[in-house]
């Protein structure tokens, strides 16, 4: 079968939409680092809805770690479909908006020239919680990590974004050229203000005044951004083909939803984002608070519950009426009076997530959403946990969510098979659950050692560690099953 190319743009099937823009004509404005799954469902989306009226703002993506992107775009000039699903049907668009995509470790040179030329006035980021080289409780640079550590040994030949961002800016200070505006789109909390601090203090630690530079002259806008995105398999890729009638090598499948909020901070210009859906605000930190407590922490406490069970998607998992009695009393009771959004319907909006949540269409694994669960539990669950001790309100929910996650990470499933838990912690937290699963007090001691987790002050809150103690002793000894239901039909915290 042929592949999808600029040559096929032509011959493809009426039904499928594609860009209505010269790609010739189109130039680069913007460097994204992190070209995955997401990415190419959510911004480049945007982007390609605005590149007739405004050409010179195209994507160069650019991969950090794998170079499989780069190996499955290459050959299609960059094109890839977007196909949306929901019970109606599937819709595919094909999307140009990514001109080239560089692998890093292979053209980092190249890579740190485009990011200096003055062309390129934004450089975006989807690296994923882990990519930021912090530590998820405290939110600041880890000093101590490799990449972080070669990047100050190397600072030209940079590996980890927050090197690659200082050394471009750092080029484009010593020619004179304004710097870029660094758009994290990453699920962090605050993510304009942690991008902002884990970026500049790298700088200071290079020399002081690049520091100050970097704290005082650079952008870095906050967004909320919002689309579920499967991983592709092998038969999503069947079905694009008969439905484009041509080969991509890595379609994108999402939902029809999709949501980007955007902190208006661009002193060198961008493109009118808000003329492709999104919507521009002076402050993203409410919408990112609520989306990340509602639906990422709804996410990750179906994901390790739902796994444990035996469900292989979230549409499994929410088919079942006690899950999602959970997830729906979690949102009302536990997550909305800790969020503070005038004019926003949080009912409505818990009732849409459900709705998506419960999306046949959308083949969602839960062990996809389970991985790295150490870099996502602190903002997903442990900040509400927080607001929620310090209120002396019940948390139930939020605490199985936590206890699900430590039962999960310990790599043992209720059959005692193994799991396959991919986290940059995924050894230390195998070796705290090895032998505990008979001991859930000294399981969870083990786990709430983890200070980049938990910080210092959780493992310290009595009622918290005992209710973790009961519902993981519940979990290891009835199974998630039983747990949910207990939990569902038990009396409020
Ligand atoms: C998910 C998110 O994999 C995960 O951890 O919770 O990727 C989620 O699908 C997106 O944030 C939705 O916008």
Redesign the pocket.
């Known amino acids: 079968m042929t592949r999808l190319s600029n040559d096929r743009l032509n011959a493809l099937p009426a039904d499928v939409q594609k860009p209505d823009y010269d790609r010739a004509a189109i130039t680069p404005g913007i460097v994204h680092i992190g070209i995955g799954a997401?990415h190419r469902a959510h911004q480049a989306v945007y982007v390609d809805d605005l590149l007739k009226d405004h050409p010179d703002w195209g994507i160069i993506g650019a991969s950090l770690r794998r170079p499989d992107t780069k190996d499955a775009l290459d050959p299609q000039d960059g094109l890839f479909t977007v196909a949306v699903r929901d019970a109606a049907g599937t819709r595919c668009r094909i999307i140009g908006s990514i001109l080239e995509v560089i692998d890093a470790n292979a053209e980092r040179e190249r890579l740190l020239t485009i990011m200096a030329h003055p062309k390129i006035r934004i450089v975006s980021l989807t690296v994923t919680e882990k990519g930021y080289c912090h530590d998820p409780a405290s939110g600041e640079l880890d000093t101590k990590h490799a990449d972080i550590v070669h990047d100050l040994a190397n600072p030209t030949a940079p590996k980890s974004a927050p090197g690659l961002i200082v050394e471009a800016l750092a080029r484009r200070q010593a020619a004179g050229i304004a710097p870029f505006a660094v758009m994290s789109c990453d699920?962090l909390p605050a993510n304009g203000a942690t991008a902002k601090r884990i970026v500049s203090r790298f700088a200071a630690l290079r020399d002081a005044a690049l520091g100050r530079f970097v704290a005082e002259e650079v952008a870095f806008p906050g967004t909320m951004?919002?689309?579920?995105?499967p991983a592709t398999t092998d038969e999503d890729r069947a079905f694009v083909a008969e439905a484009i009638g041509c080969e991509d090598a890595w379609p994108i499948m999402t939902e029809p939803f999709t949501q980007w909020v955007i902190e208006d901070n661009f002193p060198n210009g961008r493109p009118p984002f808000e003329d492709a859906g999104a919507q521009l605000v002076d402050d993203v930190e409410p919408f990112e608070h609520m989306?990340l407590r509602m639906?990422?922490g709804s996410?990750?406490t179906l994901?390790y519950l739902g796994y444990l069970a035996g469900f292989e998607t979230v549409s499994e998992t929410v088919a079942n009426p006690d899950f999602k009695t959970l997830i729906h009393d979690m949102m009302t009771r536990e997550i909305m009076p800790t969020l503070d959004m005038p004019g926003t319907d949080l009912n409505a909006y818990r009732d849409a997530l459900l709705e998506r949540f419960s999306n046949p269409a959308l083949k969602?694994r839960t062990w996809?959403?389970a991985?790295?669960g150490s870099q996502?539990l602190p903002q997903?669950l442990l900040g509400t946990i927080r607001d929620r001790i310090e209120a002396g309100e019940p948390r139930v929910r939020l605490t199985l969510g936590v206890a699900a996650w430590i039962r999960y990470a310990s790599g043992i499933d209720e059959n005692g098979a193994e799991i396959d838990v991919r986290d940059p912690l995924a050894d230390r937290m195998h070796f705290l659950g090895q032998g505990a699963h008979t001991n859930p007090d000294a399981m969870a001691t083990a786990f709430l050692g983890l200070a980049e987790v938990f910080g210092e002050d959780l493992p310290n809150v009595a009622s918290f560690r005992q209710q973790l103690v009961t519902l993981l002793g519940q979990l290891l000894h009835q199974g998630a099953l039983a747990t949910v239901e207990t939990v569902v039909n038990g009396p409020e915290g």
């Open positions: 997401f699920n951004v919002d689309r579920i995105v989306k639906l990422n996410h990750s994901s969602h996809q959403i991985m790295d996502k997903r």
